[in-house]
């Protein structure tokens, strides 16, 4: 199985400062249509999660342009460029290129 | 607008079976882009992928979990899936979720996961 590891754990925030999560998977999620199957999903207290980003960097239907997703291979950032008070939660990067999907432990973004 | 709605018991007994269903509103169960799956949370294990099902000519199953203990079943008269799990153990304690996963017609390309039920949450003990 391919193994996410996320960092940090644990990302404190100011509103209107940015913010960075680092994802890094144990082999290259690289397809061979040259995607990265790599997700990010967050979860906001209380709900399920919800999509964020797909194939690396492609922002999901609704997702404010302010998350960006970017790398390749095997290390991988999703990037909040201005903080918002709504963005608490736990982000979540998961692997999309095999069964089992496999999931990083989450990050927990709090204010 | 897609819509996925769970229901099931909250409580299992220990060794008997989890089932969870989840009734889908604005696609179809056997759409040929969409697939089915199943994913676990718990404080200990987070976010777990527990298996999936969809149509592609014929139905297909991958699953995360020992087969012997795990089933999807999907109904096409109901437009549901159902999650089976036997032999459950406190472990198998978790907020169970269904969500919708996104592909072209050919099955590659990947949209993403981009509906999930609400949740149910599952405690097994006795």
């Known amino acids: 199985d391919i193994v996410m590891s996320q960092s940090p754990l644990s990302l404190p925030v100011t509103p209107g400062e940015p913010a960075s999560i680092s994802c890094k998977s144990s082999?290259?999620?690289?397809?061979?249509?040259?995607?990265?199957?790599l997700d990010w999903y967050v979860q906001k207290p209380g709900k399920s999660p919800q999509l964020l980003i797909y194939?690396?960097?492609t922002r999901a239907s609704g997702v404010p342009d302010r998350f960006s997703g970017s790398g390749s291979g095997t290390d991988f950032t999703l990037k909040i460029s201005r903080v918002e008070a709504e963005d608490v939660g736990i982000y979540f990067c998961m692997q999309a290129l095999q069964t089992p999907r496999t999931f990083g432990q989450g990050t927990k973004v709090e204010i | 607008q897609v819509q996925l709605e769970q229901s099931g018991p909250a409580l299992v007994n220990p060794s008997q079976t989890l089932s969870v269903t989840c009734a889908i509103s604005?696609?179809?169960?056997?759409?040929?882009?969409?697939?089915w799956n199943w994913i676990r949370q718990s404080p200990s294990r987070g976010l777990e992928w527990l298996g999936r099902?969809?149509?592609?000519?014929?139905?297909?199953n991958d699953f995360a979990l020992s087969k012997s203990r795990m089933s999807i079943n999907s109904d096409t008269s109901k437009n549901q899936v159902s999650l089976h799990l036997t032999s459950v153990t406190p472990e198998d304690t978790a907020v169970y979720y269904c969500?919708?996963?996104?592909?072209?017609?050919?099955?590659?390309?990947?949209?993403?996961?981009?509906?999930w039920g609400q949740g149910t949450t599952v405690t097994v003990s006795s």
């Open positions: 082999q290259s999620l690289r397809h061979r249509d040259a995607y990265n199957y």
């Open positions: 969500a919708r996963g996104v592909t072209a017609p050919s099955g590659t390309y990947w949209y993403g996961m981009d509906v």
């Open positions: 099902t969809y149509y592609r000519s014929k139905w297909n």
């Open positions: 604005g696609d179809s169960v056997s759409s040929l882009t969409s697939g």
């Open positions: 194939l690396g960097s």
